[in-house]
């Protein structure tokens, strides 16, 4: 095996060859570059409206996938009503089965004083 030539490890690019004179002209990137698929997948799991679908994410750390997520589930989420608070409460009768309450959105996380 060869060493590899420190040259070789890093990639320089020309300033001739960038279209602006200073940072500010730049537009930020929509998306994950080079991740149109995978966006596109996201997408079509995030739009499933049947119960029983689940979107599972993976990918390097600092892939931007969860920037990438988190812009997907908030333009799908804006699109959709928002889904009651569903909370589970404490069943006397059978302990090992708790009940479930559905509740108006925001209601769930409010305590009896307020």
């Known amino acids: 095996m060869r060493p590899l030539d420190p040259a070789t490890l890093r990639h320089r ?5 960038v279209a602006v ?6 537009t930020r990137a929509q998306g994950a570059p080079g991740q149109a698929r995978a966006a596109e ?18 990918g390097a750390p600092g892939s931007g996938r969860h920037a990438a997520v ?4 908030a333009q799908t989420a804006s699109r959709c009503e928002v889904p009651p608070d569903l909370c589970y409460v404490h069943n ?18 409010r305590s009896a004083a307020t």
């Open 21 to 26: 004179s200073d940072s500010r002209e730049l």
């Open 92 to 109: 006397f009768t059978d302990p090992l089965k708790p009940r479930l309450l559905q509740l108006p959105a925001g209601l769930g996380g």
């Open 41 to 58: 997948a996201l997408a079509f799991g995030l739009n499933m409206s049947h119960p029983g679908y689940h979107v599972f994410v993976m």
């Open 13 to 17: 690019c020309s300033l001739d060859t």
């Open 70 to 73: 988190r812009r997907l589930l």
